[in-house]
């Protein structure tokens, strides 16, 4: 389902507009229709559908196309009404959909990767249509000609892609949970560097071009914003899901970040609010608290005539301690901690009511999601997952989407940032360093 999404976080029931039914198999990726009441879906049942919305209010099929693989990707871009499929056998598909939508030409294919496809981008600029693969490569071809221009291979599965359409560079996600940051050319490319920072494979990302802001989401049910314009390495944990985090949308309008995960749960997170930055664990061979030993400080067991200790860490202050100075647990929403979590006694004592006052609306979407897509214009959401359905929910998203005449403040100010030139991207000057050492990710109930 979906939440209404304000410029501050509140509890809002959320509103389930349309339910489409009809693929028999799970849907792999569902993309909304700028300017029309339509959805385009792809499901590994190897059907590409369009559902156009009747006066009944129900969504038909105008579109059945069969494929000769399971859809396992899509892109569609709705000024050229081009849609471009990925599939399990590693080709990438493109057609043409006419002005009504109800018909779908092929134009040509792609032989992009050697295993499933895993994420798809076209930029018309360039004329070039981005993948990554099973096959542990990114792919770019040129659209004009169909021919191979370039590509890249890593160390593990690709699993997601972002695209930054004025710099041509492309960040990529794979499953040893690193991210890799390329600037790609017509039939070459260089790895300007590395993030890692999740302990499990990376599931989504969503790059944000007029604050240069990265968040990756992975399965260790953990987010991640990496502050690429700022500089100054800094990074911003968001723990809020209890399972794999499978889709990320940023809203920059209301500075809010809209996220979901395959147990159904989605959640909106204030990024509007200045937050701290999860402490980097302190490591002791005794407890930094009592100054205790813990169990292979041999030598002060032995001196000392006591039994090791198991070591943890607070979360807030990131010190090594005992379980008898933690045995207390809380939320610290301004360091992304939005469930109960260990911290030191010192750490818990010092946190105030007000610092426990979430900084997230959680909600319940009733269905595996795998996938999801925004219209923030018109406030809608689409979600489909492994159980079949897709799902058309009202977002609550203001209706301002600040044109030229909006007069509220925020508005205002976003039209002045669109306006003024582009803020150029930080080449070479990068915050964070090749290999960036691993920022603190410990999952909440982590014994430690």
């Avoid at 000769?68 to 499929?85: G, N, Q």
């Avoid at 911003?236 to 794999?244: A, E, F, K």
């Avoid at 219209?375 to 998203?397: E, H, N, P, Q, Y």
């Amino acid at each position: 389902m979906a939440a209404e999404i304000h410029s501050r976080p509140q509890s809002s029931r959320p509103v389930l507009l349309s339910k489409i039914e009809g693929h028999q198999d799970a849907v792999t990726a569902a993309l909304l229709i700028p300017k029309e009441d339509g959805v385009i879906t792809a499901s590994e049942d190897r059907t590409i559908r369009v559902w156009l919305k009747r006066d009944s209010g129900q969504y038909w099929p105008s579109i059945y196309h069969t494929m000769a693989s399971p859809c396992s990707a899509m892109a569609y871009h709705h000024d050229s009404r081009r849609v471009f499929v990925g599939q399990d056998n590693g080709a990438v598909m493109e057609f043409h959909v006419s002005e009504d939508f109800n018909k779908m030409n092929f134009i040509k294919t792609y032989p992009a990767h050697q295993n499933r496809v895993s994420a798809i981008i076209f930029s018309l600029a360039a004329e070039w249509v981005i993948s990554t693969g099973h096959d542990k490569c990114i792919s770019w071809m040129c659209t004009r000609s169909g021919n191979m221009l370039g590509r890249h291979y890593f160390t593990s599965w690709a699993s997601c892609l972002q695209y930054d359409y004025d710099t041509q560079y492309a960040f990529v996600g794979d499953y040893s949970g690193q991210i890799t940051l390329l600037k790609l050319e017509q039939n070459s490319c260089s790895v300007i560097t590395t993030l890692k920072g999740h302990e499990g494979s990376i599931a989504c990302l969503w790059w944000d071009p007029l604050q240069r802001l990265l968040f990756s989401g992975a399965s260790d049910n953990s987010i991640i914003m990496w502050d690429i314009g700022g500089r100054k390495g800094r990074t911003l944990l968001l723990q809020g899901h209890h399972d794999r985090v499978q889709s990320l949308c940023y809203l920059q309008l209301t500075r809010q970040l809209v996220s979901c995960a395959s147990d159904g749960g989605i959640a909106v997170w204030n990024m509007d609010v200045s937050r701290e930055e999860a402490p980097q664990w302190l490591e002791s061979d005794s407890c930094q608290k009592c100054e205790q030993p813990f169990f292979w400080n041999i030598k002060q067991m032995w001196d000392t005539k006591t039994l090791g200790l198991r070591q943890h860490h607070c979360r807030k202050c990131g010190q090594a301690v005992c379980g008898k100075c933690s045995s207390k647990r809380s939320s610290y929403p301004v360091m992304g901690f939005e469930f109960q979590v260990r911290v030191c006694d010192s750490c818990y004592d010092s946190i105030k009511d007000e610092d426990r006052t979430s900084l997230a609306t959680f909600h319940e979407g009733k269905h595996n999601i795998s996938h999801m897509s925004m219209d923030v214009a018109r406030g809608l959401m689409v979600t489909c997952g492994t159980d079949r359905i897709v799902k058309v929910t009202g977002s609550g998203v203001p209706t301002c989407v600040c044109a030229s005449a909006c007069t509220c403040p925020r508005g205002r100010a976003v039209n002045r940032q669109q306006t003024s030139s582009p803020v150029p991207f930080p080449v070479g000057r990068l915050a964070f360093p090749l290999h960036k050492q691993p920022c603190n990710l410990q999952p909440a109930d982590d014994p430690e």
